[in-house]
């Protein structure tokens, strides 16, 4: 149980291009999803609390209209990378919580990531 | 500032002893803590989790809980080299927030 699936794995575009990434929880509600984005030998970084059916949280540094994220449905949030350039590229990575359980003591279970390569 | 303290690392360990992560955090309201590994190229994966004091032990794991002093451990059993990879320490936030701080992680190395 507590899937979640992430797509795609990896895209490879030219700078300028707007890229969508998808993270869906197979098995379960999530009403909260995360988004994080890894540069390689560093640390996860916390991009956005991706809240379904209102507006995400972004943290702090974080451009949200650079970033998009959409939470339509209790298993399905998007980030959009809009108009991408080379310092985009980085690992994404996207997490849900099975809210439905109940409290907040629930972990994160990550998707397998999307890998970003802008040229 | 809610924080979550791990050494870096590496730590180096011959095959079959015994790895000892260690973390400490900020947030004294914290509940839950998670320890995740993740291997290179690749995303985090939960093994642990633990919200009580005390140890907690599952196959060749053992989490290790002191609200007191504010510090949750990680033994490794048996360390294997396919154990290799980075260890993140998370706590959640006492805001109810579902959300999660990570520690930056301890890259545990197991030599055959």
């Known amino acids: 149980g507590a899937v979640v699936s992430q797509h795609p794995s990896w895209v490879i575009c030219k700078s300028g291009t707007s890229v969508k990434i998808e993270c869906r929880s197979l098995?379960?509600?999530?009403?909260?999803m995360f988004w994080y984005r890894q540069f390689p030998k560093q640390s996860l970084m916390l991009m956005a609390t991706?809240?379904?059916?209102?507006?995400?949280?972004?943290e702090q540094g974080v451009e949200k209209d650079k970033f998009l994220i959409n939470h339509a449905s209790l298993t399905l949030s998007t980030l959009t990378v809009t108009s991408a350039h080379p310092e985009d590229s980085s690992f994404y990575i996207c997490?849900?919580?099975?809210?439905?359980?109940?409290?907040?003591?629930?972990?994160?279970?990550f998707g397998d990531g999307t890998r970003l390569s802008i040229l | 500032q809610k924080e979550v303290e791990q050494n870096s690392g590496p730590l180096s360990v011959p095959e079959g002893a015994i790895a000892s992560l260690n973390c400490t955090y900020s947030?004294?309201?914290?509940?839950?803590f998670f320890w995740y590994r993740q291997y290179s190229g690749k995303s985090p994966e939960l093994i642990m989790s633990?919200?009580?004091?005390g140890d907690k032990e599952d196959g060749r794991f053992t989490a290790q809980l002191n609200k007191a002093s504010q510090y949750v451990s990680l033994l490794i059993r048996d360390s294997q080299p396919s154990d290799s990879a980075t260890y993140l320490c998370?706590?959640?936030?006492?805001?109810?927030?579902?959300?999660?701080?990570f520690g930056s992680g301890t890259r545990l190395l197991v030599r055959p």
């Open positions: 947030d004294r309201g914290s509940q839950s």
């Open positions: 998370a706590v959640n936030l006492a805001d109810s927030s579902y959300k999660l701080i």
């Open positions: 991706s809240n379904e059916g209102s507006k995400a949280t972004y």
């Open positions: 633990i919200y009580s004091n």
């Open positions: 098995d379960f509600q999530a009403t909260t």
């Open positions: 997490s849900a919580t099975r809210t439905d359980r109940g409290g907040s003591n629930q972990p994160q279970h």
